[in-house]
C-alpha cells in the first residue's frame, strides 16, 4: 500500500510566520501534489511537482511555494502566513507509469490566528 | 480551473437504500476517479475507470465511465452506516493525464 505521509495533523501558527508543510512518500512516486480544502469549493490544487526540484503552479499558487529536494518529499511554503491561509492542506501522490489516480494523505488542518 | 458538474450535492437516505451520484463533465475525459472523504481524513480511492462504457465494482460499490466519455456515475447498494462521508469525483482530460479535476462532492448521511 502507498503510504502518504503529513508531518503535522494539526498546527496552529500566527499572522506573518513562515510555515512549512512537510510530505513524505514511501512507494518512489514521480508525481507530488499540494491541495487545500475548504467548504463549499472542493479540493484545489495549489503546486505540483514531477521530478525532483521540478514544479509546476497549480490553480491557486499566490502566497505558497514548495520545495522537492528529494524524490519522496515535497514541502509547501507560506512565506508569510495570512488567516485566509487557514484550511485543510492535503498531499497526494501519484506514480506516472499508472495512471491518473492519487493517493493521499490524512491533511494537515492549518489554523493561523 | 475547470471543475467537475457533480450531484447530488448531498444525500440522507436510511440505512439499506440504494444510492445514486453523478458527475458530468464539458468536454472529453480519459480518466474518471471516485473517492471517498472520511471526517478529518484525506480522500480514499474507491474505484478508477480508463475507457467508456466500463463498469467496476469495488464490493457494494460500482461506477461507470459513460459512453460519451463526459459523464461518470457511482452506485452504492444497501448502505449501511459507515458509508457516512464525502464522495468526490474526479478525472483527467485530453493532453493532461497529471491534474486531476474535481467536483465539490455529495455529502451523504445514512440513518441507521
Known amino acids: 500500500d502507498v503510504k502518504v505521509t503529513q508531518s503535522s495533523r494539526y498546527l496552529v501558527k500566527r499572522t506573518g510566520e513562515k510555515v512549512f508543510l512537510e510530505c513524505v512518500q514511501d512507494?518512489?512516486?514521480?508525481?507530488m501534489f499540494w491541495y487545500r480544502q475548504d467548504p463549499g469549493l472542493g479540493l484545489r490544487l495549489i503546486y505540483f511537482?514531477?521530478?525532483?526540484?521540478?514544479?509546476e503552479k497549480g490553480d491557486i499558487p499566490e502566497g505558497y511555494s514548495v520545495s522537492r529536494e528529494k524524490k519522496e518529499r515535497f514541502s509547501l511554503i507560506l512565506e508569510s502566513a495570512s488567516t485566509n491561509q487557514t484550511s485543510m492542506y492535503l498531499c497526494?501522490?501519484?506514480?506516472?507509469?499508472?495512471?491518473?489516480?492519487?493517493?493521499f494523505g490524512d491533511g494537515t488542518r492549518l489554523s493561523i490566528l | 480551473g475547470q471543475q467537475l458538474n457533480q450531484s447530488p450535492q448531498s444525500m440522507f437516505i436510511q440505512e439499506g437504500e440504494d444510492v445514486s451520484m453523478n458527475c458530468t463533465s464539458s468536454s472529453i475525459f480519459n480518466t474518471w476517479l471516485w473517492y471517498k472523504q472520511d471526517p478529518g481524513e484525506g480522500p480514499v480511492l474507491l474505484i478508477a475507470l480508463y475507457k467508456a462504457g466500463e463498469l467496476t465494482s469495488n464490493g457494494r460499490l460500482t461506477a461507470q465511465f459513460g459512453i460519451t466519455r463526459k459523464d461518470s456515475f457511482l452506485n452504492i447498494s444497501a448502505s449501511i452506516p459507515s458509508d457516512v462521508g464525502i464522495y468526490f469525483c474526479a478525472g483527467t482530460n485530453a493532453g493532461n493525464n497529471r491534474k486531476l479535476i474535481w467536483g465539490l462532492g455529495t455529502s451523504l448521511a445514512v440513518n441507521p
Open positions: 512507494m518512489d512516486h514521480e508525481n
Open positions: 511537482s514531477y521530478d525532483v526540484k521540478m514544479k
Open positions: 497526494a501522490t501519484t506514480s506516472a507509469g499508472t495512471g491518473a489516480a492519487q493517493h
